[in-house]
Nanobody, 126 residues
């Protein structure tokens, strides 16, 4: 079992920045990818970014590329999502996920992730 706890959400104005954190505990060795997803009210959960926890490779959704950066601190079992130039459309609940992903092109598929956090709310006002 893997437990994930997100933090760092909040309310910011458009153009602002936030850094989300996801602390993992438990059997983290069973997961080789960690990712961030987000869900806006009334919409489906969308993939944002993912990181291969072994080699550090990262992939991003087109809508956030160049504005968001996913990173990890293995010593702290923590994955971060640095978000800059935030837009109102970035508003939503942000979830951290961990899973075993065989191919990097599958990293955006939520079905690849076995473990999910409770989420942290990000609200961007115009």
């Amino acid at each position: 079992q893997v437990q994930l706890v997100e933090s760092g959400g909040g309310s910011v104005q458009a153009g602002g920045s936030l850094r989300l954190s996801c602390v993992a505990s438990g059997s983290t060795y069973s997961s080789n990818y960690m990712a961030w997803f987000r869900q806006a009210p009334g919409k489906e959960r969308d993939w944002v970014a993912a990181i291969n926890t072994g080699v550090g490779g990262t992939v991003y959704a087109g809508s956030v590329k160049g504005r968001f950066t996913i990173s990890q601190d293995n010593a702290k079992n923590t994955v971060y999502l640095q978000m800059i130039s935030l837009k109102p459309e970035d508003t939503g609940m942000y979830y951290c996920a961990a899973g075993s992903v065989q191919y990097y092109w599958d990293a955006a598929n939520p079905d690849q992730y076995n473990y999910w956090g409770q989420g942290t709310q990000v609200t961007v006002s115009s």
